[in-house]
């Protein structure tokens, strides 16, 4: 299967005219076959006659344009219908008149411009080879004539069709690129905010803190660092993103754990937030982008803590059970605002959207003056 998959690609790598010249020589060598002569398409009662050096250049004419019959559809058509009015006329009745109904798929499937024009004058050309063919003693009657008009024009639909075909397809592929790339540049979009977000707000914190430090150097130089230390935190976050970003790069998403969560708890900590911090259970060694969610719930519910409720005893509790992981931050309210950046809602949403698409249940919003934000994330279904 492999070797045939191999060589359907290196076929379909050759230009179009090589590719169609096989179909073009063998409907030759089928015309030139002795028990095959006169045993074609026959329109009229034209005395058949035996094949010489005229039915040779007639049956090349036929046949051989079918090479270009991709790359130029009417120059294909008009050729072959070209030769197949010979072949009628003199009589030949070779095999090589498969060549119209063939030159007339491909012309309706790949013509680019003037399609309508170019089939109403084939169906002009068709009346006076009718007209000539009944001179000549023909007993067919309209009644043939229409019928193999008929089948000619039903030749056309089915080109037609695959050319519309062909375009739905090449619509839909496109439909299908341009939501991967929106969805692409939404989750980039998510993954800067959840590394930029907690890492800048922090750093605000900790400089508007140290403003009033000046006194004390000691705690001055503490906060200066920590501000240093989210910083190159931040630096490397985003140098894994884009690691992550680059198709060159071959490195897994790095996976989080139990210690991730209390280094969050830690971060924020650091920039003087009171934070409490539980665990239950130990994550499931197959938990995936459950942990990783669970980790940006805490890790965006501790930055909006240091946003908008500074100094606010804050509660963070992350339970791994068997089937799912249930996550809980809570504020008391009870803390004093900073100055910190503007919220876009980007944040929540996203968690929302997070763990929606892994089938879980996501709540934020005010309790008894604080605010807490509620996740339930199924890990059965995370790999």
Same mark, same amino acid.
């Given at each position: 299967?492999?070797?045939?998959?191999?060589?359907?690609?290196?076929?379909?790598?050759?230009?179009?005219?090589?590719?169609?010249?096989? %179909?073009?020589?063998?409907?030759?060598?089928?015309?030139?076959?002795?028990? %095959?002569?006169?045993?074609?398409?026959?329109? #009229?009662?034209?005395?058949?006659?035996?094949?010489?050096?005229?039915?040779?250049?007639?049956?090349?004419?036929?046949?051989?344009?079918?090479?270009?019959?991709?790359?130029?559809?009417?120059?294909?058509?008009?050729?072959?219908?070209? #030769?197949?009015?010979?072949?009628?006329?003199?009589?030949?009745?070779?095999?090589?008149?498969?060549?119209?109904?063939? +030159?007339?798929?491909?012309?309706?499937?790949?013509?680019?411009?003037?399609?309508?024009?170019?089939?109403?004058?084939?169906?002009?050309?068709?009346?006076?080879?009718?007209?000539? %063919?009944?001179?000549?003693?023909?007993?067919?009657?309209?009644?043939?004539?229409?019928?193999?008009?008929?089948?000619?024009?039903?030749?056309?639909?089915?080109?037609?069709?695959?050319?519309?075909?062909?375009?739905?397809? +090449?619509?839909?592929?496109?439909?299908?690129?341009?939501?991967?790339?929106?969805?692409? =540049?939404?989750?980039?979009?998510?993954?800067?905010?959840?590394?930029?977000? *907690?890492?800048?707000?922090?750093?605000?914190?900790?400089?508007?803190?140290?403003?009033?430090?000046?006194?004390?150097?000691?705690? %001055?130089?503490?906060?200066?660092?920590?501000?240093?230390?989210?910083?190159?935190?931040?630096?490397?976050?985003?140098?894994?993103?884009?690691?992550?970003?680059?198709?060159?790069?071959?490195?897994?998403?790095?996976?989080?754990?139990?210690?991730?969560?209390?280094?969050?708890?830690?971060?924020?900590?650091?920039?003087?937030?009171?934070?409490?911090?539980?665990?239950?259970?130990?994550?499931?060694?197959?938990?995936?982008?459950?942990?990783?969610?669970?980790?940006?719930?805490?890790?965006?519910?501790?930055?909006?803590?240091?946003?908008?409720?500074?100094?606010?005893? $804050?509660?963070? *509790?992350?339970? *791994?059970?068997?089937?799912?992981?249930?996550?809980?931050?809570?504020?008391?309210? $009870?803390?004093?605002?900073?100055?910190?950046?503007?919220?876009?809602? =980007?944040?929540?949403?996203?968690?929302?959207?997070?763990?929606?698409?892994? #089938?879980?249940?996501?709540?934020?919003?005010?309790?008894?003056?604080?605010?807490?934000?509620?996740?339930?994330?199924?890990?059965?279904?995370?790999?």
């Amino acid at each position: 299967m492999i070797d045939l998959r191999r060589g359907a690609d290196r076929w379909r790598r050759f230009d179009v005219t090589v590719r169609d010249a096989p %179909l073009a020589l063998v409907l030759v060598l089928a015309s030139l076959v002795p028990a %095959l002569h006169n045993d074609g398409t026959r329109l #009229g009662d034209v005395p058949t006659r035996p094949m010489d050096a005229l039915g040779v250049v007639v049956v090349a004419l036929e046949c051989l344009p079918l090479i270009i019959r991709r790359r130029f559809p009417a120059a294909c058509l008009i050729l072959v219908a070209a #030769g197949f009015a010979l072949d009628q006329l003199r009589g030949y009745h070779t095999v090589a008149g498969t060549a119209v109904p063939i +030159a007339l798929i491909s012309t309706a499937a790949h013509l680019e411009r003037f399609r309508l024009p170019t089939a109403v004058l084939a169906s002009v050309a068709y009346v006076p080879l009718a007209i000539a %063919l009944t001179r000549d003693g023909a007993a067919e009657g309209v009644t043939g004539f229409v019928t193999f008009y008929l089948a000619l024009a039903l030749a056309w639909g089915i080109g037609s069709w695959l050319r519309r075909s062909r375009a739905a397809e +090449a619509e839909r592929r496109h439909h299908v690129a341009e939501t991967t790339r929106i969805a692409e =540049r939404t989750r980039i979009a998510r993954e800067l905010h959840d590394v930029v977000t *907690h890492h800048v707000t922090a750093m605000v914190v900790q400089t508007e803190a140290a403003r009033y430090l000046t006194g004390s150097p000691d705690r %001055l130089d503490q906060a200066l660092s920590a501000v240093t230390d989210s910083g190159r935190r931040a630096i490397t976050d985003l140098r894994h993103l884009l690691d992550l970003l680059d198709p060159e790069h071959d490195a897994e998403p790095r996976s989080r754990s139990a210690g991730d969560f209390r280094t969050l708890v830690e971060h924020a900590r650091q920039a003087g937030q009171p934070v409490e911090f539980t665990e239950e259970g130990r994550p499931a060694e197959a938990a995936g982008s459950a942990e990783a969610t669970a980790y940006r719930v805490v890790q965006e519910a501790l930055t909006n803590a240091l946003k908008y409720a500074h100094g606010s005893g $804050t509660t963070v *509790h992350v339970r *791994h059970g068997h089937r799912e992981i249930t996550v809980e931050v809570a504020t008391d309210g $009870t803390g004093s605002r900073t100055a910190s950046p503007g919220g876009s809602g =980007r944040g929540l949403a996203g968690l929302r959207e997070r763990v929606g698409v892994l #089938g879980g249940e996501f709540r934020a919003g005010r309790q008894d003056g604080g605010f807490v934000v509620r996740a339930r994330i199924p890990a059965g279904s995370a790999s």
